[in-house]
Each structure stands twice: as structure tokens, then as C-alpha cells.
């Protein structure tokens, strides 16, 4: 029997229509635009979907890709609520790299699991002191893969039934085949022995340093029988090498790029890959990002902040690097490790020097200390200040010239952080260098030298009072895990929005992930790796989803600091070396990371997201063309989509859109009564179907949800027959509504509720019923409750209404049901060309705009056009095609839409901003006469008796201030219809 043949229509993942099937189904083709529903963005939705219990015979593993910041902590929280309200017994296993990212999980998951939120609330003070009984009685486990992996060595058989039919996470899972492979094969062998399983694989980087990482993680997904050759078999099979020889000065080894032997053995790849990857890029649209340097070759796109150390530095880091440079040439280098081993002197001589020549440990008599008998190496002592001559009661200026000799990085951070101009923007320092030369030293300096406090507490009072230059450094040992989300609470606050109360935040490597630090306008990598895992991760601390929503003009400086040692070449600088080396393995990462995007089961979906508007080839593109195609799509502008498996789950979307609706018709009058033929009629532009409507108003009465009336009394929606009517208690007697001639309809009734429950019957059930009772006499009892609980409420009662006691009996083994909500995407069609009247087409790396707003020139296809390329179109024509856009629409409101304009004026430009100004303090009338001055091309756009709303006249004489910036409203013109999904 084909089980998938009966079973909600999910295509299975090895049809070949699976990709554009998928696609077509209403409920993932709703995600493609952005939004949010219940708290949760359209993206982060997605995996919940596709993993969603009843599409569980299909498809059970999922690769998250989804850069930092954009939220896969939000992703896995709804699909654990999808899956709890689906069945609230299922069990849950969380697996990550170390107990500060489960800590900083949990706080996520409370904030954001609308279950959780709901099973604490109805079980008030319960949880009140101790939020980790919930995780307990939900059945929800956690634990690090280390800790994991030994209790698989001791009792491997009782984890693996307890784990069987869970959902099961990894989280950061790149550190599950970076840190231990035996850990790794334990594991994996978990995950074959457990016959029925959800699992969710989470990563921003599931490549670091070589590309073959990523193997591992498609091989825990993929059945033994079908599994990748992992490490030079994979290489053998799939890939050619090249070396790049201009490279070879820069190491000892071959530096080569990998790229795919044929276009054939890329496509089987493509095939391995099919069903198991979800892609999602980091893009800050709003918030401009700047890396500070240039690009100096043999570098081919990465951009450096150049530090030349001075002599005195120079002297000491230069014999740091021989004698790393003898020690690594004795040795075989087998790992990133190693590297950092090997080249540890040079590491810790290029952040900073002591007056004696020292660096690293070696310097301890600069900053030890003896307190109770201790030795402390916490700060700088007096013999740090005698000889460096360094002074707190000294001048800025005088101590950052002194300073100079000894760090050129730390001199660079602390002049950028103490510059006035600075002094209300926040900063974030990473380095993964701690202790010796390391990330203390430079706190050390700003406290002690530089007027700045440790900033040790949990809380701070907003006042003028309390305003002061802090730091805060997240250490997170030694039991301080807590402490740390307290005090980053304080840094991320509204009120410290210009770091008017903390300024600076320093982190290390336990920081870099599963933590997010707002309002960075200026980020500081000291130390970079030799592979870009590590500054990709602390980039993303900083830079996530709605990480500036605080600021007004939010932009952020990169600065990736490369210590140069004065007159010696290039090959003698550690970190350029480390640069040269990281960005080769980032450009082989790209070849999957390419192959990942265009083949990810959400490819066409996240398209108005994932897609970049640069240079063919470049490194944003992957080195490949920027305009991609998606795996299997063969069709992107679909008119009809798939809705047979909406269901119950998706349906309180559906609540939301129709209550207030209820709540008008019921509002002047609640003896009103309704029928179901009025209630399609008022809601005719919600394009709700006839059985969707159905299901929805069933939900409403059932739960019961409760309708407000102007006096603010709770009622409930009641049905009588064919007819519903609102009452304050939940059940009239029977016959009741119906004697009452004064509340009698004036209408008739085209389409009663029991025609359409018929309806249903015929159409759909004869052969569910048969699937159901196939399914019970083959004994396949779980895979029939699973069927079953795919269907809504009423549908349930239908198909128990028409099969023997028995067999009902065996059903009803499940709990009920609650809800997950949905939202309609917007396709390019007809429709939508007929209201917009012009679309947005790529063309090669040109962003062209096709006006159509001539019938005959639209069907006819002589006298098409190709498109306008945006820099050469009349600046008034796109300030009038901006305007079509922001007025056809609610949200933004016309508030936000302002804001929004006024933030792309360039702050440093003195001459647009006094325009600017002047146009917002304006009045209606001066507006007018402003327009009617300026605008008239742009006036013969209308037709001649258009009246023009105050609203376009405003965005009209916003966006003319930026007549001499055409590509500034390009850009935003490309956003906008990016958005509402106009670009093809």
C-alpha cells in the first residue's frame, strides 16, 4: 500500500515535481514574503511547517542554515510549539556545544514559545521561582553533545527508546564534527537506532574551516545506505584542486581551491542534498555596513584594517615569529589548533609589548599583584606606569602617544572609542585572546588609564546622574552565566540605546555565540582565526534582526585589525597570514554554500531575502552569477495554489482576520442572527474558501473564543441550524432562537452549513475512510491516529460519525488539537500587474524597471520593452513609482513610511538635511504650493483631475530632496517591490 498516496498530499522528497510541489502548497507559499505571525517571522515558520508532525512520513531532517542573526532560536521555538500543541506528550532533546548556550536557549525559549508562555500561565506561580521545572514537566531535555555522547557509552539502548518518536535539536551543531569525532560517531549511531524522529540540525556556519564539515552534518540526516564518502573520498569523487601560486610565499603548504569536477557529479551532489537543507542570509537593509581598511592583495576580497606596529613593537614581534616559524617547521600541521598553537608568541606579540621587551605570559610582572597572600593578575601595577610613563591624571592625547609603542591595535581601539565624536555610539571588541597580551589588557588599560568603570552589577538607574563612561566584560565562568544575560539586559536596554550608561562591551570566544548585543554602531575584531568561523560569529553578535530598531540612523564600522610589522614584508605578518588563509577556505566553502542556496527545500520561497543585488561573481554572490535559479522550480508565478492540506493548526490565523468582522456585525445589535451566506459576503475581500471559513468559525465556537461588544461583555458565537447569532451564555435551549420572530432573518439561504458538511462528505471521505480501515486491519494503528489528527475538529466528527465503534475506539487515543496561524504571500500575476501598472526585472547585474501601464503596449509583444535600468530612468518617474507603492498599501503606515524616508537622506550631507527641515516643518497649504512648484513633471504622471492626498504630496517632496541621488531611491524603490514581491 502507498501510504503517501492516502496521507495528507505532501510530495515525497525523490518525486521529481517535489521542489515546485512544494512550493505550490498554500501553506509554505505564504511564507514567501516577509512578515510575522504570532511573534515568529515568515522564515522562522518555515522549518516548523516542513517538520510539522503531519508531514512527518515525508520529511523528518532539516539542515538549518540560516545566518547569525536572524533568529534560529525563534525557529526552533515554534516548531517545539507546533509540535507540543500538536501532542504536548512528545518529548523533546536539545543537544548544543557548552551549558552557557543552554542557559542562554532556555531565556530564549520562555520569551518566545507561545505553549510554553501558555502552560506557565495556566499553572500560575507554579513556575514562578524556578522556571526549569516547565522544561522538566513538558519533557523537555537538555544537554551538551560531550555530556550526551558519554551517557550513550553507558546506557545506549534505554536513551535510544526513550529518544524514539522525539524531536530531536542540535544547535551550533559545526562544534558537534569540530571538537571530539568520537562524540561525533556516537552520535550519529544515536540518531540510525532510533527508528521514528525529528530532526533539526542549526547552524550559521556549517562550514568553518574546510568545506567537508559539512559532509558529517548531511551524513547525520541521510540513511547509512545513501550516506556522502566523507573526507578525501568525498574530494576524489566530486572535486578538482588548483593551486593558487601567488600564494605560496604565504604558507608552507599548498594553498588550493576546490571546484566541481562536472557539471554532472555537481548535480548528484545537488541530489544527496535534495529535501535536507533550509537556507536563510543575514541581510540588515536598514543598517549600512562598513568595513574600515582596504583590500590588500593577494587578498581578494576581504577588507583589513592595517596596524604597522612601531619599531619597538616590531623588534619584539619579529622574534616572537622567528621562533614560532622554527617550531612549526619541525612539526606537521594537522588542524586550525595547531596553527594557533604554533603561532601563539607571534599571537600574543602582535596585541601588545612591555617596556622590557616582553609579551604574553612572560609580562606577568606588569600586571601581577599580591592581595592576602594571592598573586592576582588583574590589573596593571606601579611598575606598568613607571616605565610606560602612562598616567591616568595625563592628557588623552599624551597617553595614546605612549601607548602607541607598546600596541598599535589597542592604541587604534581606545583612540576610536575615546574620539568625541564617538561618544554616543556603542562599541563591541572581540578577541580571542584573553589572559597575557590578550583582551584584558586593553580593559585593563581603559579602566585604569583611560576613565572608564567595570561595569560588575545587574541593574542601573536611568537618570542624568547616573550617565558615565563603562565597560562591561562577559566573562562567562565560573558560575557567571546569569550575571552576564543580567548585565546585557542593562546594555541592551532602550535607555542605553547611545551608550550613555555602558559604552563598550568586550567579548572572548564563550561569548560569540547565543548572544545578542544591540545597538553596535562600532565592532572591533582583534584577533582574526585561520578560519573566518569565529569573526562570522562574533559579527553576528552584533549585527542580527531588529539589532538597531533603537536608533534613528543606525550604521556600524567593521574593523578586522591586522598587526603589520614596520619595513618587513607581508609574509612575516601572522594575521595577514591568517587572513590569506581563511579567505581560501571561505572561497571553497562557498561551492557548497552556492549549491546549498539554490537547492535548500525553501529556495524560491526565501528568494526576495536570500538574493543580492551586486556584482556578478562577487563574493556576496558566491563567485558566482548573482541571478540564480532554484532547484526544481519550473514555475515561480503560480495563480492556483495547493490548500487541501490547510488544516486545523493553520486555521487560527484565519480567527484573527475574522473576529473583528464578527464583532461589527454584532456590535448594534445582539439579537442579530446570521446565516453563512452573509458571513461569505462580508468577508468576500478576505478570500476565505467556503471550507476554510467552515473550519474557522467552527474553531470560534468550539474552543469557545469570545466576542467583545461596546459595553465590553463577553459573548459567545452560537449556531442553530444554518444560523449563528451571539449570546452571554454558550448554549440557548434548543428552539429557543427560533421562536423569537423578532430576530428572524430577512434574507434566504443559498448555502446551509449542512450542505456544505455534506459536501465535504462526498468529496473527500469515501476514500479516507477506506485509507483508515485499510490502515487498522494491517495493524498500523500509529500511522492511522497520525492520519487522522490531520484532520480539523469538525471533520474528525464527521469521519467518527461514519466508521463502527470499534475502529473509533482505536482513533481516539489523542489528545485534541490546538492551533498555529498562516498568512497569504503575494504572487506576481496579472492581477497584480494590473494594479501596479510596472514591475522590476533583474537583467544580468542591472535592477530595470517595465512599465506597463499601456494596455495595448502590454499585449503586445512587438512593442515590449526590455525594462529601463533604474540609474538612467527620470528621477520623478521613480519617485512616482515609489509613491504607487507606499500608497496601495496599510503597512507601513504613512507615519512609518516618513521615518522611513527621512533615514535615507545622508546624515553628513549639511545641504539635504536643511532641506529636509524645512520640508518637515511644512503645513499642509506649503506643502502644496512646495509640490506645485517642483513637481510639475512628476504632476503629469495623473490624469488631468486627479486630486492629489496630503500624504503623496509629502512623499513627493521627501523623496525630491533626493533628486541628485538616484541611486539612493533605486535602492529603496528595489526594497519596496522586492517586498511586495513585484521583481521577477
Known amino acids: ?41 515568515h522564515h522562522q515558520i518555515f522549518p516548523a511547517r516542513f517538520l510539522s508532525p503531519w508531514t512527518s512520513l515525508y520529511y523528518n531532517s532539516l539542515l538549518l542554515i540560516h545566518d547569525t542573526g536572524t533568529g534560529k532560536s525563534a525557529s526552533i521555538a515554534a516548531l517545539l510549539n507546533i509540535t507540543k500543541t500538536y501532542n504536548p506528550k512528545v518529548r523533546m532533546l536539545y543537544l548544543t556545544r557548552n551549558d552557557v548556550l543552554i542557559a542562554n536557549f532556555k531565556r530564549e525559549l520562555l520569551k518566545l514559545c507561545p505553549y510554553l508562555n501558555q502552560v506557565i500561565a495556566k499553572n500560575e506561580g507554579r513556575y514562578e521561582d524556578n522556571k526549569d521545572l516547565v522544561f522538566r514537566h513538558e519533557m523537555i531535555d537538555f544537554s551538551t553533545f560531550a555530556t550526551f555522547a558519554n551517557r550513550l557509552k553507558d546506557s545506549p539502548v534505554q536513551l535510544q527508546k526513550k529518544y524514539n518518536n522525539a524531536l530531536i535539536i542540535f544547535d551550533e551543531v559545526h562544534h558537534l564534527v569540530n571538537e571530539n569525532l568520537l562524540t561525533y560517531m556516537r552520535i550519529q549511531e544515536f540518531l540510525e537506532k532510533i527508528p521514528r524522529k525529528r530532526l533539526l540540525l542549526s547552524t550559521a556556519t556549517p562550514m568553518r574551516d574546510s568545506l567537508l564539515e559539512a559532509i558529517l552534518l548531511l551524513n547525520l540526516m541521510i540513511p547509512p545506505d545513501e550516506r556522502l564518502p566523507v573526507g578525501e573520498g568525498f574530494i576524489k569523487k566530486y572535486l578538482r584542486s588548483h593551486e593558487r601560486r601567488e600564494l605560496k610565499e604565504y604558507s608552507h603548504e599548498r594553498l588550493v581551491e576546490f571546484d566541481w569536477k562536472s557539471k554532472e557529479v555537481e548535480e548528484q551532489f545537488r541530489q544527496k542534498i535534495k529535501g535536507y537543507v533550509s537556507v536563510f542570509r543575514q541581510t540588515a537593509e536598514d543598517i549600512p555596513i562598513r568595513y574600515i581598511g582596504e583590500c590588500v592583495k593577494p587578498l581578494l576580497y576581504t577588507i583589513i584594517y592595517e596596524d604597522v606596529l612601531s619599531e619597538f613593537q616590531t623588534k619584539s614581534y619579529l622574534t616572537a615569529f622567528e621562533k614560532d616559524v622554527r617550531v612549526q617547521g619541525a612539526a606537521t600541521v594537522d588542524n586550525v589548533d595547531q596553527y594557533s598553537s604554533f603561532y601563539l608568541n607571534s599571537l600574543q606579540a602582535s596585541l601588545m609589548v612591555f617596556p622590557d621587551g616582553s609579551y604574553g605570559q612572560d609580562a606577568k610582572r606588569y600586571f601581577e599583584q599580591r592581595r592576602n597572600n594571592q598573586k592576582f593578575y588583574d590589573n596593571y601595577n606601579h611598575l606598568f606606569f613607571e616605565e610606560t610613563g602612562m598616567r591616568p591624571t595625563q592628557s588623552r592625547d599624551e597617553n595614546l602617544r605612549l601607548l602607541q609603542k607598546y600596541s598599535q591595535i589597542y592604541y587604534s581601539i581606545i583612540r576610536d572609542i575615546t ?52 565597560c562591561l566584560y562577559l566573562n562567562e565562568k565560573d558560575g557567571q552565566v546569569i550575571n552576564v544575560a543580567k548585565q546585557l539586559e542593562v546594555f541592551n536596554s532602550y535607555e542605553n540605546r547611545h551608550g550613555e550608561y555602558i559604552r563598550v562591551v568586550f567579548g572572548t570566544d564563550k561569548t560569540r555565540e547565543g548572544v545578542t548585543i544591540k545597538n553596535i554602531q562600532k565592532m572591533h575584531i582583534i584577533t582574526p582565526n585561520w578560519n573566518f568561523g569565529k569573526k562570522n560569529q562574533a559579527e553576528g553578535r552584533g549585527i542580527r534582526l531588529n539589532s538597531h530598531a533603537a536608533l534613528e540612523n543606525a550604521e556600524v564600522d567593521i574593523y578586522l585589525h591586522c598587526a603589520i610589522p614596520r619595513h618587513a614584508p607581508l609574509t612575516k605578518s601572522v594575521n595577514f597570514l591568517q587572513y590569506i588563509r581563511s579567505e581560501v577556505k571561505e572561497k571553497n566553502n562557498f561551492l557548497f554554500s552556492y549549491a546549498f542556496l539554490t537547492s535548500a527545500v525553501d529556495c524560491q520561497i526565501n528568494y526576495y531575502n536570500n538574493y543580492r543585488l551586486a556584482n556578478d561573481y562577487s563574493a556576496s554572490c558566491y563567485f558566482q552569477k548573482c541571478k540564480y535559479s532554484c532547484e526544481g522550480i519550473t514555475k515561480i508565478n503560480v495563480k492556483h495554489l495547493n490548500s487541501s492540506n490547510l488544516n486545523y493548526f493553520y486555521l487560527l490565523s484565519n ?6 468582522y464578527l464583532s461589527n456585525l454584532f456590535v448594534r445589535n445582539i439579537a442579530k442572527v446570521i446565516t453563512f451566506d452573509e458571513l461569505k459576503n462580508v468577508l468576500k475581500k478576505e478570500n476565505i474558501t467556503d471550507l476554510i471559513l467552515f473550519e474557522t468559525i467552527n474553531i470560534i465556537i468550539d474552543e469557545p473564543i ?65 485509507f483508515l480501515s485499510n490502515l487498522l486491519s494491517e495493524n498500523k494503528d500509529e500511522i492511522a491516529r497520525d492520519f487522522f489528527d490531520s484532520f480539523p475538529s469538525p471533520m474528525k466528527q464527521l469521519l467518527e460519525a461514519n466508521v463502527p465503534k470499534p475502529v473509533r475506539d482505536r482513533l481516539l487515543n489523542k489528545e485534541p488539537v490546538e492551533a498555529t496561524p498562516v498568512k497569504p504571500a503575494i504572487s506576481l500575476d496579472d492581477a497584480k500587474i494590473k494594479k501596479y501598472k510596472f514591475y522590476g526585472l533583474i537583467d544580468k547585474d ?85 509640490v506645485a512648484e517642483t513637481g510639475k513633471e512628476w504632476e503629469k504622471m495623473y490624469p488631468d483631475d486627479y486630486r492629489f492626498t496630503h500624504e503623496e504630496l509629502k512623499y513627493y517632496a521627501l523623496l525630491k530632496i533626493l533628486n541628485q541621488r538616484r541611486k539612493i531611491l533605486c535602492e529603496f524603490l528595489f526594497q519596496r517591490m522586492k517586498r511586495y514581491g513585484l521583481i521577477f
Not at 492516502?6 to 521529481?16: A, G, K, Q, R
Not at 588599560?445 to 563603562?470: C, D, I, P, Y
Not at 480567527?655 to 473583528?660: D, G, S
Open 1 to 41: 500500500m502507498n501510504v503517501a498516496s492516502f496521507f495528507p498530499s505532501y510530495t515525497p522528497i525523490d518525486s521529481n515535481s517535489f521542489y515546485q510541489d512544494l512550493y505550490e502548497m498554500k501553506e509554505f507559499h505564504d511564507l514567501g514574503s516577509p512578515g510575522k505571525m504570532d511573534g515568529f517571522y
Open 419 to 470: 574620539d568625541p565624536e564617538n561618544e554616543k555610539k556603542c562599541f563591541y571588541v572581540y578577541s580571542d585572546k584573553i589572559n597575557g597580551s590578550g583582551i584584558l589588557r586593553i580593559i585593563n588599560l581603559l579602566t585604569q588609564v583611560f576613565h572608564f568603570s567595570l561595569f560588575r552589577g545587574k541593574q542601573l538607574s536611568w537618570n542624568e546622574a547616573n550617565k558615565a563612561n563603562r
Open 655 to 660: 480567527v484573527h482576520r475574522i473576529m473583528p
Open 706 to 770: 469570545l466576542i467583545k461588544n461596546p459595553y465590553n461583555i463577553s459573548l459567545f458565537l452560537c449556531r442553530e441550524g444554518d444560523l449563528f447569532y451571539v449570546s452571554s451564555v454558550r448554549n440557548l435551549p434548543e428552539g429557543e432562537l427560533i421562536g423569537n420572530d423578532n430576530i428572524m432573518p430577512e434574507f434566504s439561504i443559498s448555502h446551509t452549513v449542512n450542505q456544505i458538511q455534506i459536501n465535504l462528505f462526498q468529496k473527500f471521505f469515501p476514500q479516507k475512510l477506506e
Open 846 to 930: 542591472k535592477f530595470k524597471l517595465r512599465d506597463v501601464s499601456d494596455d495595448a503596449e502590454r499585449k503586445s509583444n512587438k512593442t515590449k520593452t526590455k525594462g529601463e535600468n533604474c540609474q538612467t530612468v527620470q528621477v520623478d518617474k521613480i519617485i512616482f513609482y515609489i509613491i504607487q507603492i507606499l500608497t496601495k498599501h496599510e503597512e507601513p503606515t504613512f507615519e512609518q513610511n516618513i521615518e522611513t524616508i527621512v533615514h535615507l537622506i545622508p546624515p553628513k550631507s549639511l545641504t539635504l538635511n536643511e532641506n529636509l527641515r524645512n520640508i518637515l516643518a511644512m503645513d499642509r497649504e506649503e506643502i502644496k504650493q512646495h
